[in-house]
């Protein structure tokens, strides 16, 4: 019976973002290895499961950069897959379009690449059903064609069809392929391995369409376990089961109503927490006033962290408070925000701080002078009414 992993958004090679400075070292080594363990972690569960296929549907590097460490783990995880029988199925996203002409001698013959345009390759499972797989590779940092249009309906000839596809529900237009669950139905395939959003995510059962989110999470925002999804045929169609792989996790705590830093503590001591975590603290409610204090002059998380400096497992990287209070006016409200503000704005601060989810147009409103501009009038107006809008 057909069994494959699905692993959308490796992102390998891409550097956790919003961690501060203090990183204890135990904490920068996981952060560093982090990508690398998780990949290593999927091709070995691909060996012990004894899985027919492995599928990238988009984003497995990150970017154009490949370092050797980068180029390395690849080669050495797609030849041990060969060793074990195992073939890969790999399309290129808006992350890694421009691998397409540089990785086409340099990987095994067991990775088969989508091309740019929609194609269909049908290949053997160890029991011996045929599985087509259908899928395209992106030509550019986006893909505003009606893809899904080009995806063939069920070849009968097969026992299994399966689509691999980097994109986003949508209008025909946006940006990243967009499509709709009810066009997929439509091919009568038996999966699809959607590639593009960072979240975990079953969009239909039977057949399941779905995202498998990314491998590891890279940001405060991308929480709980990460990994990929363990696809097979029990008798009832595909299902997938999550596999957690990555080594470092980011969790948010919320704390309502707390009492004093001496209960926060105990709060956040007396939190679960999974492997090494980066931890985000939501303080909600009543808070008290000298914590309200300590934020505004930003020594709450350095505080939080020095208390929790013995733990191997936690670290806090983020606090953030939400009261109805009338919160303590920051020191910093005396600075000269002009200059500060036209700093904020000028140079690549401003579109590298866009999420990877916004629509390109967006990306080059903010890279132009006139997106800079409405920027800095709209921080002007909020600081010009004291920062509390
Ligand atoms: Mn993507």
Known sequence: MLSFIHAGDVHLGNPFTGLSKNLPKSFQEAVADAGYVAFDRL??????????????PGDLLHGAGQTARLQATLVKGFLALKEAGIQVLLSFGNHDYQAYETVQNAWPDNVHIFSHEVQEKVLMTRSGERVAFVGFSYADRSERRDRLADFPVRNESVDYEVGLYHGAVGQVGDDYAAFSIEGMLQKNYDYWALGHIHIREIMHEQPVIAYSGNLQGLNRKETGPKGALLVEDRGQGL????????PVRFQTVEIADCLSFLDLMEQLKQEKYDGQTLLSVELKGTIPADLQADQASGRLLDKIQLSLSDSDTVWPIYV?????????????????????IQQTVAGQSLTDSLSDEVPLSIREYFAREEGRTAVQEALKELFSEGGEA
């Open 239 to 246: 299902e997938p089961t999550f596999l957690d792989l990555a």
């Open 320 to 340: 953030n408070l939400t009261t109805s209070q009338q919160l303590v006016k920051p020191a910093f409200a005396q600075m000269d925000f002009e200059q500060a």
């Open 43 to 56: 091709i070995q569960q691909a060996i012990q499961k004894q899985v027919d296929f492995v599928l990238f």
